[in-house]
Nanobody, 124 residues
Framework: QVQLVESGGGLVQAGGSLRLSCVAS????????MGWYRQAPGKQRDLVAV???????NYTESVKGRFTISRDNAKNTVYLQMTSLKSEDTAVYYC??????????????????WGQGTQVSVSS
């Protein structure tokens, strides 16, 4: 089917930077919008940024000017460049992708897939 794998998380000091990557693999026909979400302990999972097929982007207000989402269509990969990190950015970051794929019945399907998440911890 389809798998999404995130990488690049870690522990950084406030004001530092991290670059997250997420690669989609499997029986993929097309990848449409891709995005990053995050979930802090005891909180809801919230949208961070999304990037459409045509590279238009949207960001949640709290990360505007600090985070940049981008994609490499040839590699089915989405990135999140995070700068000026704050303690409140600490969360598990999840990759999401809207994917058209071959199902087990050899017919195309389309739905969102989620990665397992990568931990981002920002210390002050």
């Amino acid at each position: 089917q389809v798998q999404l794998v995130e990488s690049g998380g870690g522990l950084v000091q406030a004001g530092g930077s991290l670059r997250l990557s997420c690669v989609a693999s499997g029986t993929i026909l097309s990848v449409y919008s891709m995005g990053w979400y995050r979930q802090a302990p005891g909180k809801q999972r919230d949208l961070v940024a999304v990037i459409a097929t045509g590279d238009s982007t949207n960001y949640t207000e709290s990360v505007k000017g600090r985070f940049t989402i981008s994609r490499d269509n040839a590699k089915n990969t989405v990135y999140l460049q995070m700068t000026s990190l704050k303690s409140e950015d600490t969360a598990v970051y999840y990759c999401n992708a809207d994917v058209r794929f071959w199902t087990g019945w050899n017919v195309p399907g389309r739905r969102n897939f989620w990665g397992q998440g990568t931990q981002v911890s920002v210390s002050s």
